[in-house]
Each structure stands twice: as C-alpha cells, then as structure tokens.
C-alpha cells in the first residue's frame, strides 16, 4: 500500500507503521465472483479441507487443502482460485495470511481477503487462495498435496471459528468441503457459496470487445530519464514534480530533498536515482519522490523497469525502508468513493508487522485516516527482490492485474477499479527508525530505468517491452500524448 502523497500534502500519515499493516491486510469490500456449484468436464477441480486447529476458538484459523483436478485436461494453477467464508470477529476486525508448509512451496501460493457483497449470519468475509504461475499446473487426477495454511487477527485476538461458514472441526484427513468454492479461469467449477453471493444472470457469450483490448488510441506517455539534473529545466517541462514539501509518509520529522533524486550513467544508458538517508534520527531522515504533476492517467497500462536494492550503499542495514512505483489521486473526504492508488511497494528490510524482505502490490477503493479504515486488496511474495525488475500494472473495465518480470503477481477485482484519473509516483522512504536505531548515517538507492503509460489499452509484458524496444530504436527519449483530463 501506499499514502497519498501529491505535493500540496503536508501531513500525511506519521503513524503509516501503525496503520499501513491494516490496510494491507483489512477490510477490503472485494467485488464477489459468482460461485456456486459446477462441473467442468475439461479442466475442473475439486477442493479437499482439514484444520489441525479444531476448536470452536482459537488463536489463529488453520485452513488446509489439497486441490485435485477432477477434468481430462490439465488445469494451470495460476487459473485456481479457492474462498473460504467466515464471520469477521468484530466489524473492523483485520486479518493476516501465512502459509506455513506447502508440497508445492509457500512461495507459490497468495491469500488476499474479502468482504461479501451480501453477508449472511455466518459469513461476511473470505479468504481467497491462489497460485504464481511458477506453480505449475496439475494433469488429470493429480492434486497439489499439502497446503497447510492459516489467517489471524492482526492484533493477535482470539478468533471465533464455530459460526464461519467453511469451518469444520471434526474432519482429522481430508475429505471433498463444498462450503470452500473454486474457479478455473473464472469459471465457478466447485462448491457453494454463502446463500445471497450466487452468480446472477451470468453472460453466455463473450463480449464484443475483450477486456484486454479496451478502445483508445493508445496514447503514450513515455519518458527515459535522459537528465542532467532535477534542476534540468526538461524536467518540469515535460511534466515531473520533485518534492520537496514535509510530511508523510514514513517518518515524523524527515526532509524531502529535490537535490537527493539524481540522473546517473549506467553502460551509456542514464537512470534516475532516488537516495534515501538517515543518522537515526527524524530530522536526519531524507525521503525521496518524483511524481507527474498531472492528474490525467487512469485506464490502460502502466510499466516500469525499477531497481530495488535489499541493502544500504553505505552504513549499517536494516531500516524499514520502502521502494516504489505507483499511481494515486487525492483523498476528498474520508471514505471517498472515487479514491484509487495502485502500487508496487518493496520492503527489503521488512516492516508493518513483516520481519524480512516482501513485495506488495496493493489496488485501493478508499480509506478514512481516523479512526482508521481501510479497503484495498493486494498481493505479496515473501522473497528478496533485490535487482532490476519490469514492473507493470494494467487497468481495464474489469480488473487490476500486476506483473513482476512477465509473470502474473496478482490480479485484483472490479471494486478497485479507478473512478477519477491519477498521478504517477516514484519515491522511497523510512516508516519508522525502529529497524536500525544506529545514529550512524546509512544511504539506500532505488533507480529508475524508464515509465511507459499507453491510456486506454491494456498490453501485456512482452507487448510493453516491445514498445519500449521501438520507442528507444527510434531515439525517443520523451514523449507525451496524453491528454490532459
């Protein structure tokens, strides 16, 4: 997740620490998928369950299953998606996903959570469990083997399980549960969901126009930080603010310095570089952004070719530092509707209650900063990102999907679709001093290789490289047609 950061922001959130774990994890009022029971003789799936946690409370809910393809096909992983329904213990109750052992590998497995569209008196939340496309896929009769899993409440409260609608206790091995449900590639092929939550009036031909290839003329935005300095007048003039105002994010006191956002030569190549200080105190902390000044980017894709780095240039590691690449417009009022922010957010160090290296993607609907409340859904991969990475997001009439490297990360649902457009943001920044409570000065870099946006049309990683590819052929170092809003 990120805050919203335009550049008339002075406050921001100083207790981001404090409040970003929940909004990571919260109350995110997700667009329901249509699910009730089905078949599927090519690709289906059948969901097996057991708990090991079989109380009617306890600390944390113990969901394991094993995924079986039912079909004659073999189904892709990264198609499944499985929801298991429970009753929030409290109305701002926010939860956390863990994966603890798995055949296939923790690594490969999401969980996101949910709100129900019409909560019954058993369930008004789910957690939804999918799969990286580095899961592989399952042939006819195969399954995944274990997936031992389980969620908590963020401040570790004892959950309530006898009312949540997929929690069964007495199972001691797996058995067929169709109070989870699943999908192949949005297709509702197991189990049934809580009463109310059923498909209605499901299409029975695709549309005219997929929602990969929405109508536009393909404006770009396109620009290779061929700069000398941010003091280079090319700069403002094509578009790009350098902040400099105080506030939050990240830590009370810190500066934001214009002159620590540098363009450096890499292999003939100039990259932009975010440098982000600190000697362990708030008024030694230097944060770092460079965002759009417009506000005129909404539909479409969005990519960049980003740096992140897991340790200090120089100094000791271990500040709870964030790397990002995102989109964002302002907040109006608390728990506007027309809010969106979508982004890639790098913690090499960890932080908000994560105690190693983790990357986010988070789609936002909105958020009310006092008291605190959150709705957004994200993604995450437990693993050091260190490195260049291509990241896009793209936006369509239907959905967010990410993508790390030409991979799918996460796709996330119509609820968090943008109403308003947005800006697009670079920065890096502490969250707190906790990390690394040293006084010795310390420097983390994140660089920037390009930004692509092309409004209205949804391309996929290889379709982005490509026109990065014949944007540099062509010499273009920096173009903008797209429109203002």
Not at 85 to 110: E, H, L, M, Q
Not at 117 to 130: F, K, Q, S
Not at 403 to 431: C, K
Request: net charge negative.
């Amino acid at each position: 997740m990120s805050t919203p950061r335009t550049t008339s922001r002075t406050t921001g959130r100083s207790a981001r620490a404090a409040l970003a774990l929940t909004a990571l994890l919260g109350t995110a009022a997700l667009a329901t998928f249509p699910l009730t029971t089905a078949s599927a003789s090519g690709g289906g799936v059948a969901v097996q369950y057991r708990t090991s946690a079989s109380g009617a409370t306890a600390d944390q809910s113990e969901p394991w299953f094993k995924v079986r393809n039912t079909g004659t096909t073999a189904v892709a992983l990264s198609q499944v998606k499985i929801r298991y329904y429970f009753k929030a213990d409290s109305p701002n109750a926010t939860y956390r996903f863990a994966c603890s052992w798995a055949v296939k590998g923790c690594s490969v497995i999401t969980g996101t959570f949910g709100t129900l569209a019409n909560p019954t008196a058993t369930a008004d939340r789910y957690l939804e469990i999918g799969f990286t496309p580095a899961a592989g896929s399952l042939a006819p009769g195969a399954d995944t083997g274990d997936m031992q899993l389980r969620f908590h409440q963020t401040n570790w409260q004892t959950l309530t399980q006898s009312d949540d609608y997929s929690f069964q206790g007495a199972p001691t091995a797996y058995a067929d549960w169709t109070k989870v449900t699943a999908q192949v590639a949005g297709v509702n092929v197991w189990g049934t969901a809580p009463a109310g939550n059923e498909p209605t009036d499901p299409p029975t031909t695709p549309p005219t126009t997929p929602p990969t290839t929405p109508p536009g003329n393909g404006e770009t935005l396109f620009d290779d930080f061929s700069y000398t300095s941010h003091t280079d007048p090319a700069l403002a003039s094509h578009g790009w603010s350098v902040r400099s105002n105080s506030g939050g994010p990240g830590v009370p006191g810190a500066t934001w310095d214009p002159s620590k956002v540098t363009f450096v030569n890499q292999s003939g190549n100039t990259v932009m570089n975010l440098e982000t200080s600190s000697a362990g105190t708030g008024s030694s902390t230097v944060h770092t952004e460079v965002l759009t000044k417009a506000t005129k980017f909404k539909n479409g894709t969005y990519a960049s070719r980003v740096k992140f780095c897991d340790a200090p240039k120089y100094g000791p590691d271990g500040d709870r530092i964030v790397q990002t690449f995102f989109t964002i417009n302002d907040l109006k009022a608390p728990m506007a509707d027309d809010y969106a922010e979508y982004d890639f957010e790098y913690l090499p160090n960890g932080g908000w209650g994560e105690p190693a290296n983790i990357l986010y993607t988070t789609s936002w609907e909105t958020y009310n900063p006092d008291p605190w409340q959150a709705v957004n859904q994200h993604s995450e991969s437990r693993t050091s990102f260190a490195g260049w990475h291509d990241l896009v997001v793209t936006i369509d009439n239907e959905k967010i999907t990410y993508y790390v490297d030409g991979a799918l990360f996460g796709t996330h649902d119509a609820a968090y679709l943008p109403e308003r457009p947005m800006s697009i943001n670079f920065n890096q920044w502490l969250i707190d001093l906790n990390g690394q409570p040293s006084t010795t000065p310390r420097a983390y870099d994140q660089q920037v290789d390009y930004v692509l946006h092309v409004k209205d049309q949804v391309l996929t990683p290889a379709q982005v490289a490509a026109k990065v590819a014949a944007l540099r052929g062509a010499g273009t170092t920096f173009v903008d047609q797209v429109p203002a809003s």
